[in-house]
């Protein structure tokens, strides 16, 4: 099976703008979850979508949101980008929301100017 | 909410010695705790795992112990070779609840010097 992929891998945006990055997870599964990752915070989760409804939220501001569509593919989209909003964002597919293995996509590089 | 500390934040080895990175969490209802590693520019791979019903897991030269009454978990890597050179995240996370959230530890960046 083909692993999750992520569209596009790089980005770069000036503060005050918006931007979306996709996910396609891993044929089958239908969880996606949503992390950031910068030098600073490590790893923190920003969101988790299942069957088309966000199922968990983390510790981020309403500027970070997300959509998951039928076929499983998720979206999450920050508006009025801010300077620390720099980071890595990764997804994350598992085949339900009550299974283990989280399977990591190569990641979206926000940089923001 | 959940919270993984996680030691030492770095670690270099000689080849083949063995390396222990620990980490420890603080939800009690945690039940599986995996292991991911991540080189430079590359996305995290889920190298081992444990459940909290497991007391200890091999796969060849890597083994994770848990101590659900300590709440601190362990990843042993033994025989070292210069490509385990990466970061490495322990997490935590409550499984079989509808909570598919991953916490994490702040990375351990282990050095393995021929």
């Known amino acids: 099976k083909a692993g999750v992929t992520q569209t596009p891998r790089y980005l770069i945006k000036t503060r005050g703008q918006q931007v979306t990055l996709s996910c396609s997870p891993i044929s089958g599964h239908r969880s996606v979850s949503w992390y950031q990752q910068t030098p600073g915070q490590g790893l923190q989760f920003l969101f988790e979508y299942f069957s088309e409804t966000q199922r968990n939220k983390g510790n981020f501001p309403g500027r970070f949101s997300g959509r998951q569509f039928s076929n499983s593919r998720s979206e999450m989209n920050v508006s009025t980008l801010e300077l620390g909003d720099s980071a890595l964002y990764l997804c994350?597919?598992?085949?339900?929301?009550?299974?283990?293995?989280?399977?990591f996509g190569p990641g979206t590089r926000l940089t923001v100017l | 909410g959940e919270n993984v500390e996680q030691h030492p934040s770095t670690l270099s080895v000689q080849e083949g010695d063995s390396a222990v990175i620990k980490c420890t969490y603080s939800d009690s209802a945690s039940n599986y705790f995996p292991w991911y590693k991540q080189e430079l520019g590359k996305r995290p791979q889920l190298i081992i795992d444990?459940?909290?019903?497991?007391g200890e897991k091999k796969d060849q030269r890597i083994a994770v112990t848990l101590n659900k009454t300590a709440k601190h978990f362990s990843l042993h890597i033994t025989e070292t070779q210069p490509e385990d050179s990466a970061v490495y995240f322990c997490?935590?996370?409550?499984?079989?609840?509808?909570?598919?959230?991953?916490?994490f530890g702040t990375g351990t960046r282990l050095l393995v010097s021929p």
């Open positions: 997490a935590a996370s409550k499984i079989h609840t509808g909570f598919q959230k991953l916490v």
């Open positions: 444990i459940r909290s019903n497991v």
């Open positions: 994350a597919s598992s085949s339900d929301a009550y299974t283990d293995t989280q399977y």
